[in-house]
């Protein structure tokens, strides 16, 4: 079966860096996604990777390893508007994303 | 823009009703989708959509029917509500899906639906 998997809940510091792994078995790969999604709100985008290597927007970098089947998202400068879960997925051979469960993130003062 | 709008965004039924939730977008894009957010879940895929006149079953497609009369619409029908159908549902669009593009996906604000 297809599976991606995110720890449940992290917590950090205002200003410190937090990395969120993301690690997947999948019906072959056509690319990784990162949202974003705040409290009773939509998920908005984030970061795509395609190939392995790093991937930096601002505050927000995504890595990617192929062959490990595995990903983070690293956020540096935590901010308090950062608290969100984030979500994970990849899509699969048939082009069809593989949503994780999600990684609610908790950012303390 | 608009965007993705979806109505209503909160919605509670009795078991056995039907009811259709409305998805329109302004962005000219051919992907359109339903999704249902379940505690402890990743995203599940109810239909899709790949142009006017084409739909597909997703992941979870039991007890929902879809229709794609346009491009800018995708309504997603409950036929006979029970409790398990009660789920936040989102609604998302993007350019494509295949390719070597990001073909990212915007969504609606989602739908609280409650099935008492």
């Known amino acids: 079966g297809q599976n991606i998997d995110q720890p449940t809940e992290m917590t950090a510091t205002e200003g410190a860096i937090v990395q969120i792994n993301c690690t997947y078995q999948?019906?072959?790969?056509?690319?990784l996604f990162w949202y974003q999604q705040h409290a009773g709100e939509a998920p908005t985008f984030l970061s795509y990777?395609?190939l392995d290597g790093l991937e930096e927007k601002g505050r927000f970098s995504s890595f990617l390893s192929r062959s490990k089947g595995y990903s983070y998202l690293l956020l540096k400068e935590l901010q308090m508007k950062d608290s969100a879960s984030y979500l994970c997925a990849v899509r699969d051979s048939n082009y069809q994303l593989i949503w994780g469960a999600g990684t609610k993130l908790i950012i303390k003062p | 823009n608009a965007g993705v709008t979806q109505t209503p965004k909160f919605q509670v039924l009795k078991t056995g009703q039907s009811m259709t939730l409305q998805c329109a977008q302004d962005m000219n894009h051919e992907y359109m989708s339903w999704y249902r957010q379940d505690p402890g879940m990743g995203l599940r895929l109810i239909h899709y959509?790949?142009?006017?006149?084409?739909?597909d079953q997703g992941e979870v497609p039991n007890g929902y029917n879809v229709s794609r009369s346009t491009t800018e619409d995708f309504p997603l029908r409950l036929l006979s509500a029970a409790p398990s159908q009660t789920s936040v549902y989102f609604c998302a669009s993007s350019y494509g899906t295949s390719g070597s593009g990001a073909n990212v996906l915007t969504f609606g604000a989602g739908s609280r639906l409650t099935v008492l």
């Open positions: 999948t019906s072959g790969f056509n690319g």
């Open positions: 990777n395609v």
């Open positions: 959509s790949v142009g006017a006149g084409i739909t």
